[in-house]
Structures are given as C-alpha cells and as structure tokens.
C-alpha cells in the first residue's frame, strides 16, 4: 500500500472517530461497510445498477411479446378463387357475403365459421400471427391462450430453479448469464416453429428460461445500495422493463407482416448483453460473504470505494455472519422457521392476484378495439408514471400503505370499466369495431393498470426488504412463481373475454382488491437493514417491537 493512500485512509479513519494507531482488527457487517465508507449511493453503485438493468429490457420483451405474435389479426376478407360461382352456387348466403361483401373483423367470427375453407383470408397475411397462420379460431379459438399461459407456467418453474442456483451456487451474476444465454436461445428457437405445440412447448421453455433475469437483477441490485436508496434502486429496474415494453410496438410494426422475424430479432439481444456488459458487473458482496468468501467481497467493497472517492479501513474485516449461515443453512430454511413461513405465504398470495391483474390487462389490450400498435404504446407508456410515482412515494411513505393503495385503485379502475364498456356498447350498437370499447374505457382501463405496475413494482421491492441474504433470492423466487401462477391463468380469462368483457374486468377487480388486503398482515420494512440470516432478523425485530412496545407503554 503506497504512502498516499495510507494517509488518506488515516484522514478517514479520524474523521470517524477511528485511532490512527489502532491495530485490533474492525469487524463490521456488509450494511455497516456500506453505509459508513462505501457510501450510501455513489458512482460505482450507480454504473453497477444501470448495467445490471439493462437486462429488463429483454425480459421485457420476452415476456411481452405475445401481445403481437398471438393477437388475433383486427380484420379478414373473402377470398374469391377462378372456380368461385361453382363453389358458392349452391349457397346463396355464402354467396351473398362473399360476393357483394368486404368480410369483417373481430366480431364476424360467426359467419368465418360459417364460410367453406378456401374462401377467405386474413388481410395481414397468413404469417402476421400464430392465429392466422395455424387457424386459431372458431373451434380451436381457446388454443390461441395455450401458449401464453404455458409461458407463464415456465416462468413458474423457472423461478424456483434460479432462486436456488442464485441463493446456493452460482450466485447472483452467474445466474443472470445462464438466464440470457438460455433466454436468446429459446427465443430464436421458437421463431422456425411449425406447429402450436411446439411453439407452445418452446413459449413454456422461454419462459423458464428469463425467468432468473429480473429476479436475480432486482436482488443483484439492491443488495450493493445503502438502505434509503433500496427503494428507488429497486425501482430503477423497471424503467428499463418499460423501455423493453415500449420498443416491442416499433419492432413489431416493421415485422407485422411474419411473427417469426419479431422473435428472431429479440433473441439477439440477451446474447449481446452477456458479451458486451455482464463481464463489467460485479457478484454481490452480500452473497459472497455468506458463502464463505469475504476476501472476495471485501476487494468488492473496496473496488466500489475507490470508484466513489472513499477508502476503507486496513484494519477492517467483515462480520462472521458467513459462518453462522453455513454452520444453520441445514437447519434453516424459511419454510421451518414459523414467521418467515407465515409472511412468505401472506406474499405470495399477494403476488397472485398482483401478476394475474397486471399481466393480464396488458394482454387484454388486443380487446379494447383501439389499434394495438397504439394501445400497447400506451400502456407502456403509462409505466413511466407508474415507476415515478413509486419511486418518489418510497422515499418518505410505507411499502405496505402504496401497494395497498395501488391494489385498490386498480381494482376500482377495473371494475369501472364494465360502466364504461356498456356505455361504448349502447352508444355504438351495430359498429362491431367499437363495440365494448370507449376513449373513456381507455383512458380508465390505462389507470388501472398504472396502479397495477405501481403495485407489481413494490412487492418486488418490498420482498426484498422482507427477508434476509440467505434466503432472499428464494423468497424473491417464491413470489415470483405466484405471479407467474397468476399470469398463467390470465391468458385465459384474455380469451373469455372477447365474449365476456365484463366478467374478466369482474375477476380483474377482485383480485387486486384481494391483493391489497394481504398486504395488512405484512410488517413495514421501510428503513429497516438488510439482514443476513433469519435467525439475525427475528432476533433483531422482536428487539425493535420490544422497544417500541416499551416507548408506547412509557408515554
């Protein structure tokens, strides 16, 4: 160590209060190091979550991008072969439509039941959408919700795989890369598709394969911040799920024409990312102490130091909650210990309702009989608002008052579209392509799912602060498998309600009301530190509730 770093760490040293010729070694935790020396948030962490959330932009896409591969094409016409008068001669309705007729769009679905094969045609073309290029209607109309649902189921599985790699092996980095890798290549696997099945089987395999991006990112993340910035950092993810939901419209309208291109094309990015900026991220310090290996966290936190202009100490060392983890990672685990049980089961019925409501009105966008290009932009659009509103709120408000909130909100926006939908119905009767659908109806449906994003947004966030390092990727895992569970159901209800509007925006609106109501059995978290073991945090917040008990009795 050179002379003029050793004095500035003297200089740091005595500005703490710390003897410049203190030689006993300074043992302190991960949360301590960070706040104290490393900085709150500096300019090494802020490079560190910027690179890290990047990847939501593919996550995003990957997730989202059924809204355009599956819709249902907005509009059909007949089809008149050479042979046409023999074929129609003897029927006379047929006949009739097809010959002095235009065809017609969603709502006509009656009559393309009723025409013999050959006799119309989509007028995007065979290859705009799975549904027109393998007949997804009619008969086979439910098929059309197979896949993303199947999607969803994947996510499911997949959640609970990378929250035990990133919490027990690979750690947080090497499960992101493994996430993008398998990601890029299930995403250009389904675009030579030849049949629903096996898109559906590759749309269940894409699933679980992002499924480790945005949970390991979100953990990856917050866990090199100082406990006020948690929040927003947690936050900043999903300005770039935004980003990835806003690009999909501009990528899908230049392959509008062949759904295959639209995958091809978002497949290239997840491999660009884990050449070009993945090696530059570093492992979570948190993750690596707890496993054993704090000199390899301890170069970290100085790595991040130096960057922000700070030094540590030389004679600091990390807490030995390592060893107390590995010594109990046997015996404990979050579904043995009572209370992390209980408060992990309370999230993760939360988290049903929470990504049924909101994966589920993005993809209902298609019922809305606005352009989809249109529609889908404003949804994602609507995000914006939606991830600054959360992140401003978090800064001085409880986790549990705005995900309640935003849960009750979205609800109430759901349930007044049915108002709303009638209306458009009543007032435009006849018009199949605004029937069921109003501005007013737009403009309602958006805010509900603003404060649906708000919600699905702070949960992540808020189960993060719930649990500690050594089993916080699993928890994020858990409740990521609920909303997943919830999407998967979704697509369904999607489909029923192009027959049904007001039952979906029924269930839609319950659910999320459900959801809210949860939240009041959870603790607040706000401010609270990060803890490394569950026995750490029981301890530390039966410590805390004494405490104030004692205050409230004393006053």
């Known amino acids: 160590m050179g002379k003029p770093e050793e004095e500035s760490q003297t200089i740091e040293m005595a ?3 710390i003897p410049a010729t203190a030689t006993t070694e300074l043992e302190l935790t991960v949360d301590e190091v960070v706040e104290n020396y490393v900085g709150s948030l500096g300019l090494s962490q802020i490079i560190h979550v910027f690179l890290v959330s990047l990847a939501w932009i593919f ?27 023999l074929l129609y001669q003897n029927n006379t309705a047929v006949y009739s439509m097809c010959i002095n007729g235009t065809g017609g769009g969603k709502g006509h679905h009656g009559s393309v039941c009723e025409l013999p094969p050959g006799t119309w ?79 559906a089987l590759l749309r269940f395999a894409n699933g679980f394969a992002r499924s480790g991006i945005g949970m390991c990112c979100l953990v990856l993340s917050t866990e090199v911040v100082g406990r006020k910035w948690r929040g927003q950092v947690g936050q900043y993810g999903f300005f770039f799920f ?23 094309i978002i497949s290239l990015l997840p491999v660009t990312y884990s050449v070009l900026c993945l090696p530059f991220v570093s492992e979570s310090p948190r993750w690596l102490h707890i496993r054993g290996r704090s000199k390899e966290a301890l170069d970290i936190l100085k790595k991040y130091a130096k960057i922000n202009g700070k030094c540590l100490p030389p004679n600091l060392s990390l807490a030995n909650t390592s060893r107390e983890g590995a010594e109990t990672k046997v015996k404990e685990r979050l579904w043995t210990t009572p209370w992390a049980a209980k408060r992990m089961i309370t999230v993760m019925a939360a988290g049903f309702g929470t990504g049924f409501v909101y994966y589920g009105v993005q993809l209902n966008v298609e019922n809305l009989n606005f352009n989809l ?10 995000e914006i608002p939606a991830v600054l509103i959360g992140t401003v709120f978090m800064s001085f408000a409880s986790r549990r008052l705005i995900f309640s909130t935003s849960t009750f909100l979205a609800g109430a926006s759901c349930i007044l579209c049915i108002i709303f939908s009638r209306k458009g119905h009543h007032e435009k009767a006849g018009d199949d392509h605004a029937a069921g659908g109003s501005w007013a109806q737009l403009i309602i449906e958006g805010i509900g799912f603003m404060a649906a994003s708000i919600a699905f947004d ?34 369904m209800l999607v489909v029923l309600g192009r ?15 459900f959801s809210g109501v949860l939240s009041f059995w959870l603790p607040e978290t706000r401010n609270a530190p990060l803890y490394e073991t569950l026995k750490q945090q029981k301890d530390d917040e039966n410590r805390t509730e004494t405490e104030n008990t004692s205050s409230e009795n004393a006053q």
């Open 59 to 85: 996550d995003s896409q990957n997730t989202l991008v059924t809204i355009f591969s599956d819709a249902e094409p907005p509009s059909w016409r007949c089809k008149l072969p050479a042979d046409h008068h």
């Open 499 to 513: 027959m049904s509007p007001s039952l979906s925006f029924v269930v839609f609106g319950a659910l999320s009301i």
């Open 15 to 17: 500005e703490r209060g």
């Open 121 to 199: 045609e989509w007028v995007g073309g065979s290859t705009s959408s799975i549904i027109a290029e393998w007949g997804l209607v009619c008969d086979r109309r439910f098929l059309a919700g197979v896949p993303a649902s199947v999607f969803f189921i994947g996510s499911l599985f997949g959640s609970a795989f990378y929250g035990f790699l990133a919490d027990g092996y690979l750690g947080r980095k090497k499960a992101v890369l493994l996430s993008c890798i398998l990601t890029s290549a299930t995403a250009f696997l389904t675009s030579f598709s030849p049949n629903i099945w096996i898109y």
């Open 373 to 382: 290009y249109f529609t889908v932009a404003l949804n994602a659009l609507m």
């Open 458 to 491: 702070i949960l992540y966030v808020y189960c993060v602060e719930l649990f500690p390092t050594n089993v916080r990727n699993f928890a994020v895992s858990m409740l990521r498998q609920t909303l997943m569970l919830g999407a998967s159901i979704a697509p």
């Open 242 to 264: 935004t980003a990835g939901f806003l690009s999909l419209p501009l990528i899908a309208y230049h392959t509008k024409t062949n759904w295959r291109n639209l995958y091809r």
